[in-house]
């Protein structure tokens, strides 16, 4: 077998530097694999403990080089270095630990220049350390175009305050948001945003096909910027091992959840899963609780262990769930307390269905696995994320959420009531005209994914002409130098 640590003269060196949060971090590292597999030389920049969490999975691909999390500097304790489902300031103070990993950072880049840095959007100063290397730089923030374009649309847009509704202006789509976004939010995303369009280019993790022509036609004529798709990255992993190993270690094996979906027939199965930062209140879960019980469904039901000491007692722990409620649905049900291994669920076809926060890694992992959504959008970007998949690609239906969250925060006391859940459960999981179109579009979205990333789909294709772009520059400053 070839070593995959020994390199042609053409291949290119390229770092990077994935953010400290599980959905930034996943499909960067993937994304980073796809480049390893056309035999470049890839490192991932990222801190010790999070390399641990890769080095599971994924280090025969690529290099680690490793940082230490600055813990002492931002108060944080040890063994916490990536955001998680807790309080606020937690996810505040890994946001200031990652900001101090510059220093570190630029010295390792400066001695060992790259050919290319892949960076997330958080880290705005790679900017400067590109010019100063002389090396382009591809940004990452997470994002569909189709989000990443309304997003523009708000941020030349800001006085959104306080309406019920809103309708995206300068839009391909006529798309209406109920509530409007926290202004934090958009403040804190459009400094970044100024710098990401200083890249060479913006790395998206989706398939030309679900943004839609006119998606990347809008993007380019609107801001002038080159955004390239070369997802679904989650698609790289092949075995099941593989995709259950992605992310933190999970709370289940490979083998109880697949011995369990076994068991259950096509189709029949609710999978439910928030994301690795949705923080719900208790009565929110209970609502869930009593809703997916009342649909008669089977389901997989991830719910994060919530960590702190007022967590700590079980009583606490199960105030959730109603009395009894696992005994009674312990054949129909299975709820995985903790880190759930959610792409090899999704791909398994006793998964009838997705009930999703709309992040945008869910959403592509279940576009990928050509299964229909039942959108329930919380924070961030997931309100755009819920539109493209309802409206605009038909592939799924909403649960009505209208409080559009901060992300780390609770707003409001409004909860998705038991009845809307119960409802919206059996309208996708039964048997209806209005049901079978949106399981065949979903399931060829599916097929078109798995066609994207093979030779000579879009993805592969524009992967391909990326290589290239990136050759030329190494070559051409080379000449230069
Ligand atoms: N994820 C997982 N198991 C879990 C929770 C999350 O594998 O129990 C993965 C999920 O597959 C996705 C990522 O974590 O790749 C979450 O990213 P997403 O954009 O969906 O949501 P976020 O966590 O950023 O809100």
Known sequence: MADPFVFEESSLKIYFIPYLASGHMIPLCDIARLFSSRGHHVTIITTVGNAQTLQHSISNHFHIHTIPFPSQEVGLPHGIEIMSVTENSQSLK??????????????????????????????????????????PRLAFNGFSLFSACALDSLYANPNLE??????????????????????????????????????????????????????????????????????????????????????????????????????????????????????????????????????????IWVVPEKKGKEHESDKEKEKWLPKDFEERNKMKGMIIKGWAPQVLILNHHSIGAFLTHCGWNSTIEAISAGVPMITWPVHSEQFYNEKLITQVRGIGIEVGAEVWNNCGSWKTDKLVGRDQIEKVVRRLMEDGDEVEQIRKRAHEFGKKARQAIQQGGSSYNNLTALIDNLRYLKDHKSLHS
């Open 94 to 135: 890994v946001y200031e630990a990652a900001m101090l990993l510059k220093g570190p950072i630029e010295l390792f880049m400066e001695e060992n220049p790259p050919d290319c840095i892949v960076a997330d959007f958080f880290y705005t100063w790679v900017d400067d350390l590109a010019n100063k290397l002389h090396v």
């Open 162 to 299: 306080n309406l019920d509704n809103f309708v995206i202006k300068d839009f391909p789509h006529l798309i209406t948001i109920k509530d409007t976004p926290p202004k934090e939010f958009h403040i804190f995303l459009e400094q970044m945003r100024k710098t990401e369009l200083k890249s060479y280019g913006l790395i998206v993790n989706n398939f030309a096909e679900v943004d839609g022509e006119e998606y990347i036609k809008h993007y380019e004529k609107t801001t002038g910027h080159r955004a390239w798709h070369l997802g679904p990255a989650s698609l790289i992993r092949k075995s099941d091992q593989e995709k259950g190993d992605r992310g933190q270690k999970s709370v289940v094996s490979v083998h109880e959840c697949l011995t369990w979906l076994n068991s259950k027939p096509p189709n029949s199965v609710l999978y439910i899963c928030f994301g690795s930062l949705c923080h719900f209140p208790d009565k929110q879960l209970y609502e869930i609780a009593c809703g997916i019980e009342a649909s008669g469904h089977g389901f």
